[in-house]
């Protein structure tokens, strides 16, 4: 199994901030990489897909980058209504498609 | 306006069954794979299992392969998730997601679509 890790699980940051979030792929997936966004109560929302490809509707502030095990998701300038957690998915093979355990990010 | 709605959560002891099934509507479903993705109670996203367009692929996660079954029918534009033998540790927020692609996986895969999901509590 391909196991997604994501660093840091927590997060805390202020609006206007830059912020930068790594996914760590056990082996190579080329960039079969996929980010999502979800809010309290609220299902997961596609932000990125194929590691760079923002979402249609998405904001410019996301862009996303890497190839091969490594990864990040990154927040130009943050705005409250991205505080949110952030996960990234693998689908490069399967079963099991992997999820990363997900990073919380935080007001502070 | 593309939609999947979940129904069939519930209550249910342990070691019984339940079914849950996803309508869809506003895109062509038998286009496209579609999965179950569960979220237990303040924990991470889990992959349960995905079907591929025409039913011809279909994968599941270890831990329910052997007692969940996926299904799908074209006609009626739904998806299914059959569960037996159900354990304490599949108490969840089932979600029905549609892939972006036939086959739900590879790099055209990607989960674009998302529905609102369906509670399953499993207590005695």
């Known amino acids: 199994d391909i196991q997604m890790t994501q660093s840091p699980s927590s997060l805390s940051a202020s609006v206007g901030d830059r912020v930068t979030i790594t996914c760590r792929a056990s082996?190579?997936?080329?960039?079969?990489l996929n980010w999502y966004q979800q809010k309290p109560g609220k299902a997961p929302n596609l932000l990125i897909y194929?590691?760079?490809t923002l979402q249609s509707g998405v904001p410019s502030r996301f862009s996303g980058s890497g190839s091969g095990t490594d990864f990040t998701l990154t927040i130009s300038s943050l705005l409250p209504e991205d505080f949110a957690t952030y996960y990234c998915q693998q689908s490069y093979s399967g079963p099991p498609i992997t999820f990363g355990q997900g990073t919380r990010l935080e007001i502070k | 306006e593309v939609q999947l709605v979940e129904s069939g959560g519930g209550l249910v002891q342990p070691g019984r069954s339940l079914r849950l099934s996803c309508a869809a509507s506003?895109?062509?479903?038998?286009?496209?794979?579609m999965h179950w993705v569960r979220q237990a109670p303040g924990k991470g996203l889990e992959w349960v299992s995905a079907?591929?367009?025409?039913?011809?692929?279909?994968?599941?996660a270890d831990s329910v392969r052997g007692r969940f079954t996926i299904s799908r029918d074209n006609g009626k534009n739904s998806l299914y998730l059959q569960m037996n033998s159900l354990r304490a540790e599949d108490m969840a927020f089932y979600y029905c997601?549609?892939?972006?692609?036939?086959f739900g996986s590879g790099s055209t895969s990607y989960m674009d679509v998302w529905g609102k999901g369906t509670t399953v509590t499993v207590s005695s």
């Open positions: 506003g895109f062509n479903f038998d286009d496209y794979a």
């Open positions: 997601v549609k892939d972006s692609n036939h």
């Open positions: 082996q190579s997936i080329s960039t079969y």
């Open positions: 194929a590691a760079s």
């Open positions: 079907i591929s367009w025409n039913s011809g692929r279909i994968l599941y």
